[in-house]
């Protein structure tokens, strides 16, 4: 089974400021690492994917993450968020291999980034 | 280009009633799966449908149900509602296996009263 952690619920930002949005995951088994973000009253969009490869993936809107294999991490991190960045993030993580629970997204609580002007 | 499209859009029920959700996949995408969103929480899988068949299963009890009809539409069906199944159920579409990412609707906000 995977689990995911991500450690802040709430994270409060001043516009054109850095922002790190953290996530740790455990599963016994290799995994895909997603970030997925959720405006008020809407589903999820993917915002960027790690599948293999660069351990740094960026999505077009200047967030990227990082896989961080050891630490088990994959936090994400813009460098000047906008007003418009505000919005409920959430890491998720998906078995690589088929078998049991290979076909779940397993997603943490998620973190709620407030972009303050 | 539809996107996942689901519906209806808000849903009010009452304890022990029964209730069905639809959702029609993304254009080209023939898998769809369902979570159920608690307040405050991140989705939590129910399960995915492939070729019309249940591919696998979340930690759910039996009341809840689904079907994929030949269209890659489909269904998902809760009986005998609890107080605690008012969440935001929200369908993914994706394209077989492997590591298609989710294409996710904008939900069902169901309220249980």
């Known amino acids: 089974a995977q689990s995911v952690t991500q450690l802040d619920s709430q994270v409060p930002v001043f516009e054109e400021a850095p922002v790190e949005l953290r996530c740790n995951y455990s599963?016994?088994?290799?995994?895909?690492l997603f970030w997925y973000v959720q405006y008020p009253n809407q589903g999820l969009q993917l915002l960027l994917k790690?599948?293999?490869?660069?351990?740094l993936v960026e999505s077009i809107n200047g967030f990227e993450a990082e896989f961080n294999k050891s630490q088990t991490s994959f936090h994400l991190r813009k460098p000047s968020v906008h007003i418009s960045d505000t919005a409920e993030y959430f890491c998720?993580?998906?078995?690589?291999?088929?078998?049991?629970?290979?076909?779940?997204?397993?997603f943490g609580k998620g973190t709620k980034l407030s972009v303050i002007p | 280009d539809a996107g996942v499209t689901q519906s209806p859009t808000h849903l009010i029920k009452t304890r022990g009633q029964q209730v069905t959700l639809r959702c029609s996949p993304k254009?080209?995408?023939?898998?769809v799966s369902w979570y159920q969103q608690a307040l405050g929480q991140g989705p939590q899988f129910i399960f995915q449908?492939?070729?019309?068949?249940?591919?696998q299963r979340g930690n759910f009890p039996d009341r809840f149900s689904g079907h994929q009809f030949p269209n890659y539409s489909s269904e998902l069906n809760v009986n005998a509602l609890l107080l605690g199944d008012s969440a935001l159920y929200l369908c993914?579409?994706?394209?077989?296996?492997?590591?298609?990412?989710?294409?996710f609707g904008n939900g069902t906000r169901l309220t249980v009263t």
């Open positions: 993914a579409s994706s394209l077989g296996t492997g590591a298609s990412p989710l294409h």
């Open positions: 599963s016994s088994v290799s995994v895909y």
């Open positions: 790690y599948l293999s490869g660069s351990t």
């Open positions: 998720a993580v998906r078995p690589k291999y088929s078998g049991a629970g290979s076909y779940q997204l397993t």
């Open positions: 254009s080209g995408h023939d898998t």
């Open positions: 449908y492939y070729e019309e068949e249940e591919r």
